[in-house]
């Protein structure tokens, strides 16, 4: 059985903050994690992955994540948001057993705050 | 370009009325998926399928049908539509293992009343 918990289904920054989004996963095999981003009226799009290569996984538009076995997170991070960064932000896990179904959280909405 | 592709776009129709929304990718990719997405529920699986004439339920498959004839098409299926399907559904294509990333089409939102 597999789950990811996303905690804060919404978060507001300010133009040039630190982005922080949260993601914990629950796995009872070693997992592959992703963060998908939406945009409005947009299908999802890959933004990155962690497949048990380097635990800090960098992405597109200055993304990155880092993987804590320890803590089962895997935290999306971004130094300085910008306006464009506003979407909603998906975590994700799967894994190579059985038909590596892929389990969604419920999203965060990011506002970016001028 | 590689691409899923959805039609329609947007559809609204009635209660009871059968209706089919295609999906077809060009990627030669093995794994497809259908989700819904509601707020507040994120994405949820509806069905999906490992290859041609191979498919399998997700977690919300009740009032739902899918094929797989062709590899590059699944077409999801509502016999009778009703209003607790109103939603955005999102076909999704991949390659091979469940390390690869999902291709997502742009969504079909759909109101039944």
């Known amino acids: 059985a597999q789950s990811v918990t996303q905690l804060g289904s919404h978060v507001s920054v300010s133009e040039g903050a630190l982005v922080l989004l949260r993601c914990n996963y629950s796995?009872?095999?070693?997992?592959?994690l992703f963060w998908y981003v939406q945009y409005p009226n947009q299908g999802l799009q890959l933004l990155l992955k962690?497949?048990?290569?380097?635990?800090l996984v960098k992405g597109i538009n200055g993304f990155e994540a880092e993987f804590k076995k320890s803590e089962t997170s895997f935290h999306l991070t971004k130094p300085s948001a910008h306006m464009s960064d506003a979407a909603e932000y998906f975590c994700?896990?799967?894994?190579?057993?059985?038909?590596?179904?892929?389990?969604f959280g419920i999203g965060t909405k990011l506002q970016v705050i001028p | 370009e590689a691409q899923v592709t959805q039609n329609p776009r947007y559809l609204i129709t009635v209660t009871g009325k059968k209706l089919t929304v295609t999906c077809s990718q060009n990627m030669n990719h093995e794994y497809m998926s259908w989700y819904r997405q509601d707020p507040g529920l994120g994405l949820r699986q509806i069905y999906y399928s490992m290859n041609v004439e191979v498919t399998d339920k997700g977690d919300v498959p009740e009032g739902y049908k899918v094929s797989r004839k062709e590899k590059r098409n699944f077409p999801l299926i509502l016999e009778s539509p009703s209003p607790n399907q109103t939603s955005l559904y999102f076909c999704?294509?991949?390659?091979?293992?469940?390390?690869?990333?999902?291709?997502f089409g742009p969504g079909t939102r759909l109101t039944v009343t």
């Open positions: 796995s009872s095999v070693p997992p592959y």
């Open positions: 994700a896990v799967s894994h190579s057993g059985g038909y590596q179904k892929v389990t």
């Open positions: 999704a294509s991949r390659a091979g293992t469940g390390g690869n990333e999902q291709y």
């Open positions: 962690y497949t048990s290569a380097a635990t």
